[in-house]
């Protein structure tokens, strides 16, 4: 079955320091990975993909994520960690890019909360 | 370019009445998804149109229905709504089907 695990419910990490969000996904193709964040009260924000080629996708926000295959993983990093990073995080694997279908498969979030 | 917008952004709504939900896209994407968002069930897919046409289907019961019109703006319904409808419903546009979705605001729906 398609699944995508978050194992960190809830991180807190201090201003400037490094972040690393973990996530495991299962699929038995070759997965279209995304990472967004969520701030309270709104909708999700694409922060990074990835389909095929360089297993180290930069995003926006200075983020960047690195595709494991044999780890099947996709973990989102960021060197420095700003207090507007505070939001919910989540990962996604979806079918192969430009395949029939679109839907999105997420894991349950890691609620980043920073520290001053 | 706009983002993908929703409307209503709230809505209150009595166990066993219908509700309709819009959904306008990015202008010149063709595929709207809908998404269910509960601190339950956390993210679940609804369904997933393109060019007028439900291509894809979540696992939700038969009251939660959708459409998609010639100009790619979307509706979804639900009838007879029960207390466990109580979520955010996030809409979802993209390019074409299997591309980046690029999620709107959302709409906040109480059953009570």
């Known amino acids: 079955a398609q699944s995508v695990t978050q194992p960190d419910i809830h991180i807190t990490v201090s201003e400037g320091a490094s972040l690393e969000l973990r996530c495991n996904y299962s699929y038995g193709a070759t997965p279209y990975l995304f990472w967004y964040v969520q701030s309270p009260g709104q909708g999700l924000q694409l922060l990074l993909k990835?389909?095929?080629?360089?297993?180290l996708v930069q995003g926006i926000k200075g983020f960047e994520a690195e595709f494991k295959r044999s780890q099947s993983s996709f973990n989102l990093r960021k060197p420095s960690v700003h207090w507007s990073d505070a939001a919910e995080y989540f990962c996604?694997?979806?079918?192969?890019?430009?395949?029939?279908?679109?839907?999105?498969?997420f894991g349950k979030g890691t609620k980043l909360s920073v520290k001053p | 370019k706009a983002g993908v917008t929703q409307t209503p952004r709230y809505l209150i709504k009595t166990r066993g009445q219908q509700v309709t939900l819009s959904c306008s896209p990015i202008?010149?994407?063709?595929?709207v998804s809908w998404y269910q968002q509960t601190p339950g069930q956390g993210l679940q897919f609804l369904f997933e149109?393109?060019?007028?046409?439900?291509?894809n289907k979540g696992n939700f019961p038969g009251r939660f229905s959708g459409r998609q019109f010639s100009n790619s703006r979307s509706e979804m319904n639900v009838s007879t709504l029960e207390l466990g409808d109580s979520a955010l419903y996030l809409c979802a546009s993209s390019l074409d089907l299997g591309t980046e979705q690029y999620f709107g605001p959302g709409t906040r729906l109480t059953v009570t």
């Open positions: 996604a694997v979806g079918a192969k890019y430009g395949g029939s279908q679109g839907n999105l498969i």
């Open positions: 990835y389909f095929s080629g360089d297993t």
């Open positions: 202008s010149g994407h063709r595929s």
């Open positions: 149109y393109f060019s007028e046409t439900q291509r």
